[in-house]
């Protein structure tokens, strides 16, 4: 799995006091933290929208997930990394609102279904796109069509297994990994078109 830039991680003790208030909901604490994890919240949903005024939308829509399931993070069970967990909490229901929104604006994406996965060989280890820097490839990503985008993104940087992602899009395990192939062949054709360097490694 493909690793997305982190949020800068406060000092322990200060995020600590800062859930304490979230949970009370105290405004000024809400809105320190949502200043903290903004960027980060919003890079992720950039990811499925690839459009900003959307993603901004799926953001604020996420965070009012993320104050109202707070009571539910349990900060004590993460005594030595407390800032890594929450950013993880945090990147989960901003995928699962993007993906919510993604689904509203793109409901004939997944409308025909794709040929079986079967006849697509999967890649095993690791491929030339594992060589790409992440910003390099986010740039790619945003090339492809909405539906690819969707399956690259929750299986080669969420980690989502395809049956999780056929449960979060509405479509067939097969479908997803049609697309999948398709994706990574069309990031292929993309590196070919840019001479990129990364590309090599498909012709040795």
Known sequence: ???????????????????????????????????????????????????????????????????????????????????????????????????????RNHRHAFQTELEAAGQHPAEVGSTPLDTLSFEELLRLIGQLPPAYRAVFNLFAIDGYSHEEIAENLGISVGTSKSNLFKARTQLKTLLKQQHHHAYAGYVR
């Open 1 to 103: 799995m493909l690793r997305s830039v982190a949020a800068p991680a406060p000092d322990s003790a200060l995020l600590t006091e800062l859930l304490a208030g979230c949970r009370q909901l105290d405004r000024a604490c809400q809105r320190q933290l949502y200043r903290q994890y903004f960027s980060y919240a919003l890079s992720i949903c950039l990811r499925y929208l690839h459009d900003r005024d959307l993603a901004q939308e799926a953001v604020n829509d996420g965070f009012l997930k993320v104050f109202q399931e707070l009571p539910r993070f349990d900060a004590s069970r993460y005594p030595e990394d407390l800032a890594g967990s929450l950013r993880g909490w945090v990147r989960r229901i901003m995928v699962r609102t993007a993906i919510d929104q993604f689904r």
